[in-house]
């Protein structure tokens, strides 16, 4: 168990559907970091949150959205899908002094 | 030219044989190298950790970095079924966490009994 919780595991939802990705980091940690994985593809990574505020974007579309909250969990927010945004969706955490990231479970998303 | 360039396989190996994952880099900054295993629809699992240059060995794993050439390994001994998986290599340039690592794209390997 490394410590991260994602919720929920698994979303199904309709295309031009809105979700919301929920992801509690390790104890103490103060980044939070959002991947996408698409089938047979690698990690891409999305976006950074450090103690709140928005630290490194990658590859996040529009669409998407998230934030860090003052207890310092996260939300990743997905609008107006469409069917290539199903994928797995990690959410990883650091802590300030350590440089590997903890991964949680994901949270498959199938948009339908 | 991709940050971190990684085999993607698939590798399939007999039970047994000594097993040998490689990428290689662009960015010279990088010092910081780690190995993650995902088992299939599994978050990434850390495996090794390891700073600049030289070895490291945990059990039947070992990482290995040559800075000169920007190349690491990772050597899995006695493969066993249970290491079939997707490995990935991820870097850094910095230490604290304030800056999302690289990930290679990884390799899927299959141990065979």
């Known amino acids: 168990d490394s410590g991260v919780t994602q919720t929920p595991k698994h979303l199904i939802t309709a295309t031009g559907q809105r979700v919301t990705l929920r992801c509690s980091p390790r104890?103490?940690?103060?980044?939070v970091y959002w991947y996408q994985q698409s089938l047979d593809q690698g990690l891409q990574f999305l976006i950074q949150y450090y103690n709140g505020e928005e630290r490194a974007k990658g590859n996040i579309l529009e669409r998407f959205s998230a934030q860090q909250f003052p207890d310092l969990h996260s939300e990743l927010n997905l609008s107006s899908l469409e069917l290539g945004d199903s994928a797995l969706y990690f959410c990883?955490?650091?802590?300030?002094?350590?440089?590997?990231?903890?991964f949680g479970q994901g949270t498959r998303l199938t948009v339908v | 030219q991709k940050e971190v360039e990684q085999d993607p396989g698939p590798l399939s190996v007999p039970e047994g044989a000594i097993v040998s994952l490689n990428c290689t880099y662009s960015?010279?900054?990088?010092?910081?190298f780690m190995w993650y295993r995902q088992y299939s629809r599994k978050g990434p699992e850390l495996l090794m950790y390891t700073y600049s240059s030289g070895n490291k060995e945990d059990g039947r794993f070992t990482a290995q970095v040559d800075k000169s050439s920007k190349y690491i390994s990772l050597f899995i001994r006695d493969s066993q079924p249970s290491d079939s998986a997707t490995y990935l290599c991820a870097m850094s340039a910095v230490r604290s966490g304030n800056t999302p690592l690289v990930f290679g794209k990884g390799t899927r390997l299959s141990v065979i009994a």
């Open positions: 960015n010279s900054a990088f010092q910081y």
């Open positions: 990883a955490s650091s802590g300030n002094r350590g440089t590997e990231a903890f």
């Open positions: 104890s103490g940690d103060l980044s």
